[in-house]
Nanobody, 119 residues
Framework: QVQLVESGGGLVQPGGSLRLSCAASGSIFGLNTMGWYRQAPGKERELVASITRIGGTNYADSVKGRFTISRDDAKNMVYLQMTSLKPDDTAVYYC?????????????WGQGTQVTVSS
């Protein structure tokens, strides 16, 4: 069994910062491409940022220059540093990734963490 657990969400004022963390646990041999998605009320889930095994990154246009994705493979962790937050960033943020476990490679989702940007 493999689990992804997000943490670090909360309420922040516009212009503020938050750091989301995603911890992968279980029978893990390694992490492949990992990403953060978000879903706002009434909207479809969208990719925010992704990072490959060798550190290549990809960002949604709406967060470029404000968000930074990173990973620590020794700890099976993925992070999303969010700065200059805007009300439009309000959403549930989900960790997602392709993970090598005892039965091969499989895609997993976390349960999500709420981020609310409001004054």
């Amino acid at each position: 069994q493999v689990q992804l657990v997000e943490s670090g969400g909360g309420l922040v004022q516009p212009g503020g910062s938050l750091r989301l963390s995603c911890a992968a646990s279980g029978s893990i041999f390694g992490l492949n491409t990992m990403g953060w998605y978000r879903q706002a009320p009434g909207k479809e889930r969208e990719l925010v940022a992704s990072i490959t095994r060798i550190g290549g990154t990809n960002y949604a246009d709406s967060v470029k220059g404000r968000f930074t994705i990173s990973r620590d493979d020794a700890k099976n962790m993925v992070y999303l540093q969010m700065t200059s937050l805007k009300p439009d960033d309000t959403a549930v943020y989900y960790c997602n990734g392709d993970i090598y476990w005892t039965r091969g490679l499989r895609n997993y989702w976390g349960q999500g963490t709420q981020v609310t940007v409001s004054s």
